[in-house]
């Protein structure tokens, strides 16, 4: 059966013809047709369409509800239920640079503590590099039980199909049921390699994860079509069940100084000779940078904002309190600031102590980004505005007008 339209609500927009993955849909005399031949019920134009003109019977897939489960077949590679029952073990992919371990791996170790407990299993690292061994302190601080360690130096940099073949073998002898990884540049790449080279499912940008106890599966929560539903995925039939977690979506967990573990060994069977890719420069990207994810404070503006030049206000007010300026996607679109700071779904997750909401309307696309930052203050003249629903503090007015105000208070009372 194929998506029906419902004509007298369709506006002719062309979302669901852009949306369609199988050409199914076409726009005739401003209406949006189906042809059924092509149509595979798969409810992805279902999602998007603003206008609620399209219906999928017996659907699940309705914009309004909770738990997705689209008709969209992707190929995976079916364990049975024996097989699956060997899967034990909830990973972490523990990623690093200069020395240093990325904070969302900590994050991952924190959700990944909860997963582990939930199913009775343990939780690991997966730490690969060279000379990286003293860093296994750190990981069992944050909660592991075990790490799995590949220190070789021919791991010294990232290089996809050296660190790809490397989990791909600890997960073939080791079998583990989940394995979470950050949506990080590094962790996008690994995760979607791993993920089609075992043939196992992989969902990526979740921002909940939770196990299913009766199931043992992993509910793996995002946000989908634009950010219209949240969906809620399970990978039923492959493992490990694969999710990538944006940086600061996570609560950092509390270290546990002196926590001990299991460090397990493991060669890497890869030479230089047999990757492809070689690293002749690691050029590291002077100045100018933004790290909106690490910030405490974030003086974000959107459209309300009203100009590039008004931005001074906000800056003014960052500087204050030491804190950094973000923006909605509205205001880079309007060419107000640059992109790296840009906060929300298509921009960066911040998780700051204070997060200023300036001129923000409080679209789902920008709260996904900012909402479990610890205090929320929104300045807006609209006081239906969204942005209310998930401030701690909201002031109601015109932002040109208090903003500078509360600089000036603040001013006198943090400087005397
Ligand atoms: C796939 C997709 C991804 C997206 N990704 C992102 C993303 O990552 N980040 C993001 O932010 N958006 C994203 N968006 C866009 C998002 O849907 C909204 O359009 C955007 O967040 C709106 O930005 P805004 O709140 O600044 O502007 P508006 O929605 O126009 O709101 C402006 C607000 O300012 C208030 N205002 C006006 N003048 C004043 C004043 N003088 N004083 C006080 N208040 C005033 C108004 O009342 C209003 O509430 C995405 C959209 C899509 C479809």
């Known amino acids: 059966m194929a998506v029906e339209v419902i004509k007298s609500n369709c506006i002719g927009c062309g979302a669901c013809v852009q949306a369609c993955p199988f050409d199914a849909l076409d726009l005739v005399d401003g209406i949006a ?8 019920d798969c409810g992805v134009c279902v999602g998007v369409c603003p206008a609620r003109a399209l219906h999928l019977e017996e659907s699940k897939c309705s914009p309004n509800s909770k738990e997705q489960s689209c008709n969209v077949k992707i190929k995976e590679k ?22 240093d371990i990325a904070d969302v791996s900590y994050e991952l170790l924190g ?28 990981i069992f601080e944050y909660g592991a039980d075990q790490v799995y360690l590949v220190d070789d130096p021919v791991l010294k940099d990232y290089r996809t199909e050296a660190y790809s073949h490397c989990v791909e073998s600890l997960v073939d002898k080791y079998k583990p049921e989940i394995m979470l990884m950050g949506a990080t540049t590094q962790g ?14 992989l969902t990526a940008d979740c921002t909940e994860l939770a196990i299913e106890q009766e199931s043992r599966l992993l509910l793996q929560t995002r946000p989908a079509f634009g950010g219209n539903v949240m969906a809620t995925i399970v990978c039923k ?24 573990g299991e460090v397990i060994e493991e060669k890497n069977t890869l030479q230089e000779d047999d990757i492809a890719t070689k690293i002749l420069e690691i050029v590291s990207e002077g100045g100018g940078l933004v790290y909106l994810d690490r910030a405490d404070i974030i003086v974000s503006g959107g459209k309300g904002v009203g100009s590039k030049e008004n931005f001074k206000i906000l800056q003014d007010l960052a500087d204050v309190l030491g804190g950094t300026v973000g923006a909605s996607r509205a205001a880079v679109e309007a060419g107000w600031m640059e992109q790296s700071r840009q906060v929300g779904q298509t921009g960066t997750t911040v998780r700051p102590k204070i997060y200023f909401a300036l001129g923000i309307s ?16 929104a300045i807006n003249n609209d006081p239906d505005a969204t942005i209310f629903n998930v401030a701690n503090y909201g002031i109601v007015g015109d932002l040109k007008k208090i903003v500078p105000e509360l600089t000036k208070e603040l001013k006198k009372r943090l400087q005397g």
């Open 111 to 138: 959700i990944g503590r909860k997963l582990a407990d939930d199913l009775g299993v343990k939780l690991a690292g997966i730490l690969l590099g060279s000379d990286v061994k003293d860093k296994t302190k750190d």
């Open 188 to 201: 996008r790449d690994l995760a979607g390699y791993v993920a089609t080279k075992l043939q196992t499912g």
């Open 237 to 260: 039939e492959s493992r490990p069940q694969m999710s990538t977690v944006r940086p600061r979506v996570m609560p950092m967990p509390e270290k546990r100084p002196g926590n001990k």
């Open 362 to 377: 409080g679209a789902i696309q920008h709260l996904v980004g900012m909402q479990t930052s610890d205090v929320i203050v």
């Open 33 to 40: 047709v189906v042809d059924p031949e092509k149509c595979t």
């Open 78 to 99: 079916q364990v049975d239920n024996s097989e699956i029952s060997k899967y034990k073990g909830v990973w972490v992919y523990i990623e690093h640079s200069y020395g």
